[in-house]
């Protein structure tokens, strides 16, 4: 009996992921549903009867299956990489003027649709699918190989005759519009708040601890892309490799299209930056590829980017809705930030209710009134702004807007310094900045206290344990045992990371700080220049400026900070919870492994952050400076680097991710 079950079972599994791959990939049914539910219910019954036959690629186990723990990491063995971004015309000539330049002749290109989804890697060995990873940092993803069984395109065995013995398939996972509308309405009908787009929807769906919860989602795949290619040819060409994927049983968009001149590849670009509207799924631009996959390898990286492919952005939706009101955000600084409150619109498939004004001059200058319709604007398709009125529809009576005389937080007077185009509150206790401020100070790039950040921040302030940042370092295990969800694990945690906070140094006190204009750099030069807080704040402003990078309004700022008297009693304060307020002087003569090497910081890095990554290059004799030049000896890049990194390619500038950095420092 259980010998002619394994043999139907393994019948059956043939039959659904047949019926499952016509169905999701080549959108040709070639089973009724009754037929397919009468074999998958079969399938569970003979595997339910001989549970040992059970097997990780059964189409049983993509419909849900056993709660799972946290996300393991995920390491790749090809990094996923990102791309750069051009966002017009001349941003994708001047990619092709330099891909042409380092080919040593006019390349062909792969145009693909940039889906709006989540990247995924697909390792498959021996041609079943083993596990899935998310990108991650682009070397280390989570662990989401349950969750993407679920996915009914994803194939769980490869099809063809020359199956890869080992391969990553990398794609994009994504939500179609039509399960986006039909899961929100199911969500609606049972008085659930809906989902805001498919984008955060996918996302959210990989993400799920229990593989059921991320089958209701019914999420799709498009693969484009290999890392890992062993045990078979390797295609010539990207276009080979996508038709080499699609023979593979795995579904690759069918709009992708081998473009001969770059003017063939603006074309292509405008085409479906018109018509995106009239796909079943959110795409966000288009991704240019080199189509020689030999010169995609003569061209490398720089950085995490490959040389050999772009991103064209589309240009920013925008819609008309209502302005309701206009509110005001009190920065940590206290400078007033105003921002429309809207008539909730949907722009590229995003609920948009909130959208940026800028500051006061630019509300007059467009003529901005409560009660207007307004043309909002979502710029990169992520910031929503306002651009102006729609002046026909204005209703009678709409006044001219006014800042407000009193801080909405506290009503304390506001000034507007003059030649600055922002009003402050003139309260530096004011409860909105002091939020701000504290969760600044505890950010990685400060202070680093692990598990203070912007809930915490405000328990503590309203919790009035928090009048001051020094008053962290007066907390004890009773007084943050009366904050909300707070255990004994969780206030040992804080407590430990507050105190391992005192040993930061000067450079990271200044940064966390809150001086304005003084950010990390700035800090750490300073920091380095005059060794002790107490030299710092005795600096006239003829020695401020002398440290490099410091000009006249850094100087005035960092004396302003130190001549006020309630800055003064912070510092005291600190000094007496045992905070280190040194940091070693920095040679007139630069010593150290990058002693005359100027670096430029750009992008985020996966470890370091910006003030981490600065801190370090001076310690080491280096000079960190804001913009690229000729005399700059290195870019340091993360991901999503912009102009910067582009400026040191066209300079040949040595480019180096945080790996390299990190070589340099250790003298590699």
């Not at 139907?8 to 599994?13: G, I, K, N, S, V």
């Not at 955000?329 to 948009?352: C, D, F, H, M, Q």
Request: proline share 5%; hydrophobic share 40%; net charge negative.
């Amino acid at each position: 009996m259980r010998a002619s079950a394994a043999t139907r079972a393994l019948e059956l599994r043939e039959l659904i992921d047949e019926a499952n791959h016509a169905y999701h990939v080549l959108d040709a049914p070639s089973l009724e549903d009754a037929a397919y539910d009468a074999l998958l219910r079969e399938l569970v019954g003979i595997e339910a009867e001989y549970p040992d036959l059970v097997t990780p690629d059964s189409p049983t186990q993509h419909v849900g299956g056993a709660p799972s723990a946290d996300f393991a990491p995920y390491p790749h063995v090809v990094p996923m990489l990102s791309l750069a971004n051009a966002f017009d015309a001349d941003g994708l000539r001047a990619f092709d003027a330099r891909v042409a330049r380092l080919a040593g002749a006019a390349p062909g290109y792969v145009c693909e649709l940039k889906i709006d989804g989540l990247a995924m890697s697909l390792r498959y060995e021996g041609g079943t699918l083993r596990s899935a990873g998310t990108r991650g940092d682009g070397t280390v993803g989570e662990d989401v190989t349950g969750n993407v069984r679920t996915i009914a395109q994803v194939p769980r065995k490869l099809a063809g005759a020359h199956v890869p013995a080992a391969l990553d398939a990398r794609g994009e996972v994504y939500l179609t519009k039509r399960a986006f509308d039909e899961l929100n309405r199911k969500r609606s009908e049972a008085g659930l708040p809906t989902f805001a787009n498919p984008r955060n929807t996918a996302a959210g769906g990989l993400r799920q601890k229990d593989p059921r919860a991320t089958s209701e989602r019914k999420l799709s795949f498009f693969a484009y892309a290999v890392g890992e290619f062993s045990g078979a040819p390797l295609p010539a060409t990207q276009s080979e490799l996508l038709a080499a994927l699609r023979a593979l049983g795995f579904p690759v968009n069918e709009h992708a299209r081998a473009c001969a001149t770059i003017d063939d590849v603006l074309a292509f670009c405008e085409l479906w930056e018109r018509d995106r509207a009239s796909l079943d799924y959110e795409i966000d631009g288009v991704v240019i590829k080199v189509d020689d996959i030999g010169l995609q390898a003569k061209l490398g990286f720089a950085g995490k980017d490959p040389r050999w492919a772009i991103a064209f952005k589309f240009r920013a939706q925008e819609a008309r809705t209502p302005l309701l009101d206009i509110g005001i955000n009190v920065s940590r600084s206290g400078k007033l930030n105003p921002y429309a409150i809207l008539e909730p619109v949907v722009i590229g498939g995003v609920t948009v209710r909130m959208a940026t004004l800028h500051n006061q001059d630019d509300i007059v200058r467009k003529d901005i009134r409560i009660g207007d319709t307004v043309i909002v604007h979502r710029a990169g398709d992520v910031i929503p702004y306002v651009v102006g009125p729609v002046l026909e529809l204005r209703p009678p009576g709409a006044a001219v807007y006014e800042m407000p005389k009193r801080c909405p937080v506290c009503d304390s007077a506001v000034e507007r310094p003059p030649g600055d185009v922002f009003s402050y509150c003139t309260n530096v206790s004011c409860p909105a900045q002091l939020r701000e401020r504290i969760r600044h100070f505890c950010t990685r790039g400060a202070m680093d206290i692990e598990g203070i950040g912007d809930s915490m921040a405000s328990a503590l302030v309203d919790a009035e344990l928090c009048k001051t940042v020094a008053d962290l370092y007066d907390l004890d295990a009773e007084k943050l045992a009366t904050l909300p969800r707070m255990g004994d694990k969780s206030i040992a945690n804080v407590l430990e990371a507050i105190e391992g906070s005192k040993s930061r140094g000067l450079a990271r006190v200044l940064a966390a700080l809150n001086i304005r204009f003084v950010g990390g750099q700035n800090a750490a030069l300073l920091a380095g220049d005059f060794g002790t807080i107490d030299a710092l704040a005795a600096a006239t402003k003829e020695q401020l400026i002398a440290t490099e990078g410091v000009g006249e309004q850094i100087a005035e700022s960092v004396a302003f900070f130190f001549a006020q008297p309630q800055n003064q009693a912070v510092i005291e304060r600190l000094r007496a919870r045992s905070l280190d307020l040194c940091a070693p002087l920095r040679p007139k003569t630069p010593e150290g492994r990058l002693a005359g090497k100027t670096f430029v910081l750009t992008g985020t890095l996966p470890a370091l952050s910006r003030e981490e990554a600065s801190e370090r290059i001076t310690n080491a004799g280096g000079k960190v400076a804001s913009g690229v030049s000729k005399k700059t000896d290195y870019v340091i890049a993360g991901s999503d680097a912009g102009s910067k990194l582009t400026k040191a390619e066209s300079l040949g500038i040595t480019i180096l991710d945080e790996a390299g950095l990190n070589a340099l420092l250790d003298g590699g």
